[in-house]
T-cell receptor, first 113, second 111 residues
Framework: EPEVTQTPSHQVTQMGQEVILRCVPISNHLYFYWYRQILGQKVEFLVSFYNNEISEKSEIFDDQFSVERPDGSNFTLKIRSTKLEDSAMYFC???????????FGQGTRLTVV | TQLLEQSPQFLSIQEGENLTVYCNSSSVFSSLQWYRQEPGEGPVLLVT?????EVKKLKRLTFQFGDARKDSSLHITAAQPGDTGLYLCAGARNTGNQFYFGTGTSLTVIP
């Protein structure tokens, strides 16, 4: 069964460092998303991406964040200068059509120290 | 502003009991998904409902979408310890391109 895969599963980084979280969405899906979940809190939307551009983003997704689809399969989230409060589980998701069911990856646990 | 409110927030029941989780909003959604999430893992899709009044069954789980497409419920019959987890509803609207997640219901089924 096709699935969304994310790497790495865990990432520890020092405050101020750049991190890149990687995702391989399901191959025939056209819409891609990043969400995050701070420990014990709800799942928060960061950004959606379609046709090689951002289609929607939340207030969380400020200038420190960027997304890219560098090739035909990968979808990445970059945080330029990490802050302690960026520590969270980051989930990538993809869907075949707009606002149809989204399938989530297993997440990357980012810890900023 | 929380678009989707789930209740109850926490639920602890004995194996074999029935339960219902509610997902409510004042907004209309074009579709609504239910997910189950285990600690340290990603949400796993259980079902999608798109039509007002729609009822879907998945073994012991029954999902209903409200007639006005503003609310949904998840009913579990004869709960088992394997049902333990965080249940999340997530809605999509006709405008925009994101899924709005509910506050979550943490279910514990005691053997």
């Amino acid at each position: 069964e096709p699935e969304v895969t994310q790497t790495p599963s865990h990432q520890v980084t020092q405050m101020g460092q750049e991190v890149i979280l990687r995702c391989v969405p399901i191959s025939n899906h056209l819409y891609f998303y990043w969400y995050r979940q701070i420990l014990g809190q709800k799942v928060e939307f960061l950004v959606s991406f379609y046709n090689n551009e951002i289609s929607e983003k939340s207030e969380i997704f400020d200038d420190q964040f960027s997304v890219e689809r560098p090739d035909g399969s990968n979808f990445t989230l970059k945080i330029r200068s990490t802050k302690l409060e960026d520590s969270a589980m980051y989930f990538c998701a993809s869907s075949r059509d707009k606002n149809t069911e989204a399938f989530f990856g297993q997440g990357t646990r980012l810890t900023v120290v | 502003t929380q678009l989707l409110e789930q209740s109850p927030q926490f639920l602890s029941i004995q194996e074999g009991e029935n339960l219902t989780v509610y997902c409510n909003s004042s907004s209309v959604f074009s579709s609504l998904q239910w997910y189950r999430q285990e600690p340290g893992e990603g949400p796993v899709l259980l079902v999608t409902v798109v039509t007002g009044g729609e009822v879907k069954k998945l073994k012991r789980l029954t999902f209903q979408f409200g007639d006005a497409r503003k609310d949904s419920s998840l009913h579990i019959t004869a709960a088992q310890p394997g049902d333990t987890g965080l249940y999340l509803c997530a809605g999509a609207r006709n405008t925009g391109n994101q899924f709005y997640f509910g506050t979550g219901t943490s279910l514990t089924v005691i053997p």
